[in-house]
């Protein structure tokens, strides 16, 4: 188990700019989720996967994000046309589908939009 | 819309004290989640409570659940400064299909020696 990898772990751009993350989940996990995080509050939920099918977006994805898990593997989160409201720690979990699977969190993508 | 509150946000507490984080939510659920979160690191899970009366403990933290007043407590023995971190508490959103959380916005826990 060597955890739930992101990559970069600090991305700085400028708006307008746009920008894509890595997540790498726990191998055997089939549940994968994107969560932001802001100075001072808790993460909130964006978008989880299970196997390869996104089956819920957040009202907080508008159309500039786009997620995807091809072949049900890693993920990736693109943000295009970049604003500064989006900076933000973007943080990717794992987790088995059912029961109460803990989500098993990454290091998250600290982004900064100058 | 879920709501989940935390209290106090700022704790500051001496070595060797006891203290309680409190944690109360807007809806049913039946699934309570506790994490710690170290400055400039991930999430990393503490407890999963599944049903009324739930009570796990590990260490010096003990969480405990009570679904009817929609509270659930994290209580700190002799705190050491080794548990200085952010504790959130997280509550599943969607009917325990567990994979939506609502978290709070976290308690600030700095131990003093």
């Known amino acids: 188990d060597t955890g739930v990898s992101q990559n970069p772990r600090h991305k700085i751009t400028k708006r307008g700019q746009n920008v894509t993350f890595r997540c790498d989940p726990i191998?055997?996990?089939?549940?994968l989720y994107w969560y932001r995080q802001t100075l001072g509050q808790g993460p909130e939920f964006l978008t989880y996967?299970?196997?390869?099918?996104?089956?819920?977006k957040s009202r907080l994805l508008s159309d500039r994000f786009s997620a995807e898990r091809p072949k049900g593997s890693f993920s990736t989160l693109e943000i295009q046309r970049t604003e500064q409201g989006d900076s933000a720690m973007y943080l990717c979990?794992?987790?088995?589908?059912?029961?109460?699977?803990?989500?098993?969190f990454g290091s998250g993508t600290q982004l900064s939009v100058l | 819309e879920l709501k989940v509150e935390q209290n106090p946000l700022f704790l500051s507490m001496q070595e060797g004290k006891n203290y309680t984080i409190y944690c109360n939510y807007s809806?049913?659920?039946?699934?309570l989640y506790w994490y710690r979160q170290d400055p400039g690191k991930s999430l990393e899970s503490l407890f999963v409570?599944?049903?009324?009366?739930a009570v796990k403990q590990e260490g010096r933290l003990m969480a405990s659940l009570d679904t009817k007043a929609r509270l659930s407590t994290l209580h700190i023995t002799a705190a050491v400064h080794d548990l200085s971190a952010t504790y959130f508490c997280a509550v599943d959103a969607a009917g325990g299909s567990n994979y939506k959380l609502t978290f709070g916005k976290g308690t600030l826990l700095t131990v003093n020696p």
């Open positions: 409570l599944l049903s009324n009366g």
């Open positions: 996967f299970q196997n390869e099918a996104q089956l819920e």
């Open positions: 809806t049913t659920s039946d699934r």
């Open positions: 979990a794992s987790s088995n589908a059912g029961g109460a699977a803990k989500l098993f």
């Open positions: 191998s055997e996990h089939n549940r």
